[in-house]
C-alpha cells in the first residue's frame, strides 16, 4: 500500500512543500485547484479502480475544526454529511495513518469533532487514527535539508485512535514542546 498525499494546489508555497516532501515508499500526489469539482469525484474514481492507502496526507491550511482549499471550507459536518455512504473505507483497507498538516486543525472541540468524523468515514475497516495540530505553523522558507514543510513548533498534536467498525477507542494528546 501507499500514500495518498492530498494537498492544495492553489496556495504557491503548499505546493512547494508537496513537491519537496520526501516519503518512503510509494505515493499518490494529488493537487485540487477546485474542491467542489475534484475531491468526491476523484475519491470516488480511486474506490472504483480499486486504489489503497495505508496513510494519507492532508497539506493545507487550516483553522479549528477545519482545512482549506483555495476559500473552500471543509468541517466535521461537511464530511459526516458528503462523504457518508460513498464507501471510502475502501480506500483504507488496513491499519491506516491519516494525518492533516493544516494550522490549528485539531483546536478546539471541533478540532476533535473533525478528526473523528473523518476517521469515521474513512477508518471503519481495520481502524487506524487521525491527527493533527493545535498550533500555527512556522513555514520554513527555504526548502533545505532542513525539512522543507511546515513546523510545528508549539502546541499539541491530538491523536484519535480507531478501532475497526469506526468506534473511537482513545483520544489522546500530546505536547509538541
Known amino acids: 500500500m501507499a500514500l495518498l498525499h492530498i494537498y492544495d494546489a492553489n496556495d504557491s508555497n ?10 518512503s ?27 489503497t492507502f495505508d496513510r494519507i496526507l492532508f497539506e493545507t491550511h487550516g483553522s479549528p475544526g477545519n482545512i482549506y482549499f483555495g476559500g473552500v471550507s471543509i468541517n466535521s459536518n461537511w464530511v459526516s454529511n ?11 483497507p488496513a491499519y491506516t495513518r491519516v494525518y492533516f498538516n493544516g494550522c490549528n486543525v485539531a483546536s478546539d472541540a471541533t478540532g476533535w469533532q473533525f478528526l473523528t468524523a473523518f476517521g469515521g468515514i474513512l477508518l471503519r475497516t481495520a481502524g487506524g487514527e487521525t491527527f493533527g495540530h493545535t498550533s500555527l505553523g512556522l513555514e520554513i ?20 485512535y480507531f478501532a475497526p467498525g469506526g468506534r473511537v477507542l482513545e483520544n489522546f494528546e500530546q505536547s509538541d514542546i
Open 141 to 160: 522558507p527555504v526548502y533545505s535539508w532542513l525539512t522543507g514543510h511546515v513546523v510545528h513548533l508549539a502546541g499539541d498534536t491530538r491523536t484519535i
Open 25 to 51: 515508499g510509494s505515493r499518490t500526489l494529488w493537487g485540487i485547484t477546485n474542491f467542489n469539482t475534484e475531491f468526491i469525484s476523484g475519491l470516488d474514481s480511486y474506490v472504483r479502480a480499486g486504489r
Open 82 to 92: 458528503s462523504m457518508a455512504n460513498r464507501y471510502y473505507e475502501r480506500l483504507c
Open 14 to 23: 503548499i505546493v512547494a512543500t508537496a513537491s519537496n516532501r520526501t516519503v
